[in-house]
């Protein structure tokens, strides 16, 4: 987790509300991932970012999730409006080319 | 589409056996390989990143290999301790332009003292 923070660690909202997540790297890295992952399952990628330009959002639900990086650094994963399959851990990763990719600890939605 | 497959789901081992977590993948064109651990409530910490052109990587009690050919990998603890239960990931990297990480759903290990 060294080096990704991410914020609120937990959120619970009704379904139909609007939520937003952030993720900020404590070291440069180029590429910044945003991830869902639901309970018992893998991570699913839903956008990776090179710098401020997305790389591939082929799988982000694009009529109620959003996601933008600043400058290149700080990123916002939005959701509007929340789904109840929209609960799950979004996880935010840096990773440098083909190297290791480093996760944040995550924030955990849920969508009552 | 690249699939990725873990077994066992689950495993319980008594503190001090040895043990292997499997790994498969359809599409052997990858570029590297990387094992996480997820503790509950927490993110992924990395454990190894194995490249395609490796065959093993250690780090202390792990030791993780690559079959690419057969779209196997494998992850080796050695003399377990309850410390090491955790759900365990794999993860295969692609070699699209893009070269993104496919999960599996991962090995949920408990080691009992």
């Known amino acids: 987790e060294a080096g990704v923070a991410q914020s609120p660690r937990y959120k619970i909202i009704e379904k139909r509300q609007s939520v937003a997540f952030w993720c900020n790297p404590i070291?440069?890295?180029?590429?910044l991932y945003w991830y869902q992952q639901i309970l018992g399952q893998g991570p699913k990628l839903l956008i990776q970012?090179?710098?401020?330009?997305?790389?591939?959002d082929s799988q982000l639900p694009k009529d109620r999730f959003s996601a933008e990086r600043l400058k290149g650094v700080d990123s916002t994963l939005k959701i509007q409006p929340a789904k109840l399959e929209d609960s799950a851990v979004y996880l935010c990763a840096m990773g440098q080319g083909e190297n290791e990719q480093f996760f944040g600890p995550g924030t955990r939605l849920t969508v009552l | 589409k690249q699939e990725v497959t873990q077994i066992p789901a689950a495993l319980s081992v008594p503190e001090g056996e040895n043990l292997v977590l499997n790994c498969s993948f359809t599409d052997s064109a990858i570029y590297n390989l990387q094992w996480f651990r997820q503790d509950p409530g927490k993110g992924l910490t990395s454990l190894l990143l194995?490249?395609?052109?490796?065959r093993e990587q250690t780090s202390g009690r792990l030791n993780a290999s690559l079959d690419k050919s057969s779209g196997r990998s494998t992850l080796y603890i050695a003399a377990s301790q309850p410390g090491d239960s955790a759900t365990y990931l794999c993860a295969p990297r692609g070699r699209g332009s893009a070269r993104q990480l496919t999960f599996g759903s991962g090995t949920q290990l408990t080691v009992l003292p």
């Open positions: 194995i490249q395609s052109s490796q």
């Open positions: 970012f090179q710098n401020n330009g997305v790389v591939d």
């Open positions: 070291s440069g890295h180029a590429t």
